[in-house]
């Protein structure tokens, strides 16, 4: 890798002048969003039918493919076949199509862009106590809130359906996540400005919660996850993917999964090109993280296949050490690609999608990774891209899908509902969005029937994709 040295986008991204702004009074907002069910009624949501000349999910897959590494693209297809739910996991540019066609309430957020149960989880606050909040924003981008809230509510109803749930009980957990996500936005309309940025869901709140509402059984899975979490830093992440060379850590060596750049190109001195990436993204960290990442040394990196969607776009792993080798850092160096929401919603602002997540994530987020910064660099094949970069694990956790219990997993609905509607309540309106809603279950009710419309869905399309890898249409890899 070597870096692009000349780009002023790589620091501030260069804004135009601002608009003068105006402030409506709370009546002017409550009456918009009231004026905005006479467009798109509540009801409406519960529509979800298949337009006449629907895109292919597959193709719609083969073209996002056209932009990865071609090597991880049957990995990322592996990675989706394996049940439904991981297929929806991978398909957000399939969803945002079909959202694409139906009724917008015209109440914009700053999107999550994939707002599935997935992403959301714990991390490590800058104060280092453990919150709870949405954490993957490659898609982000500005639209209507309720784009986040369909994906979301729709995710419950096909784990609901991978975990065995009945229709009944289903219907329950995806009621819980439009009426918490409701109720919590109605609290915040009736809240002060700063205490709804100030807002956020420590875990341990969450933990007496889950305690008073679930089994023990239940209970002592949530208590090692979290202790999990509390584990899962650059300590860790250095004794699982590091070994020491001549007195030096390095990168251990798992392909496809983890490759040292040494064995991507021979005969380069691509330690040096990392610490030149390292040098432009110092450039958009504040100056006390600047001088915080000042301390460290770079001495190793690597490719890494991450996540599910994910799959096929260029992820690196770069490795410090401190004042010793027992003082490491690992930051990820993701590619952040156009959202799969621009061609429905449009470009983002920023010219650089590596600062569009940053900035999103910086927006819906109550509190952000330390080392959030980004960067425009060419790699070892010469094409510029864009990436964002953050520590690789910050104390970070996430549900355990595959083992919920019915009341587990309507408790982490409730939980991701108003996790979402806090992020939404920063960059939105939250008096409008309120308003718009009511205190009625009308709109509940709406998306979870949508909800169980789209699972149905999101089977047909799965058995698509199936299809397509058994006639030799996609390469597929499993079991990576």
Known sequence: MTTTEDLPSAGTEQAQPPKPLKHFTVAEREARGKAARADVPRKSHAEWTPQAVRPDPVELLEEQSKSRVEELVPI?????????????????????????????SGLHVQLCGDAH?????GYAAPDRRLVFDTNDFDETLPGPFEWDLKRLVASFAVA?????????????????????????MTEFAGMRT?????????????????????????TRRFERNVAKARTKDSLSAFAKLTEIVDGEPRFRSNPPLVVPLRELA????????????????????VGDRRHLLEQ?????????????GSVGTRAWIVLFVGRDNADPLILQLKEAQASVLEPFLGKSQFSNHGQRVV??????????????????????????????????????GSALVDVMEPASMRLYARVCGKSLARAHARSGDPIEIASYLGTSDTFDRALATFAERYADQNERDYEALKAAADSGRIPVESGL
Do not use: H
């Open 117 to 121: 149960l997935s992403n959301f989880g």
């Open 359 to 396: 900035e999103g994530q910086r927006l819906m987020q109550a509190a952000s990774d330390t080392m959030l910064g980004w960067i425009r660099t060419s790699g070892i094949d010469g094409v510029e891209r864009d990436f964002f970069v953050r520590q690789l694990w910050d104390d970070k």
């Open 266 to 285: 021979s005969g380069q001195d691509m330690v040096e090109g990392a610490r030149k990436v390292i040098r432009s993204y110092r450039r958009t960290l």
């Open 160 to 184: 609901g359906r991978s975990r065995g749930f009945d229709a009944k009980t289903r219907e329950q957990i995806d009621l819980a996540v439009s009426s918490a996500y409701r109720e919590a």
């Open 296 to 308: 460290f040394r770079v001495v190793d990196a690597a490719r890494k296949v991450v996540g599910v």
């Open 76 to 104: 990322r297809y592996g990675r989706m076949l394996v049940s439904p739910f991981t297929f929806y996991r991978g398909a957000a540019y399939v969803m945002a199509a079909d959202l694409a066609e139906m009724p917008r």
């Open 194 to 218: 700063m205490d709804i940025w100030y807002s956020r869901i420590d875990i341990e709140e969450a933990a007496r919660r889950w305690k008073e509402q679930v089994s023990a059984k239940a």
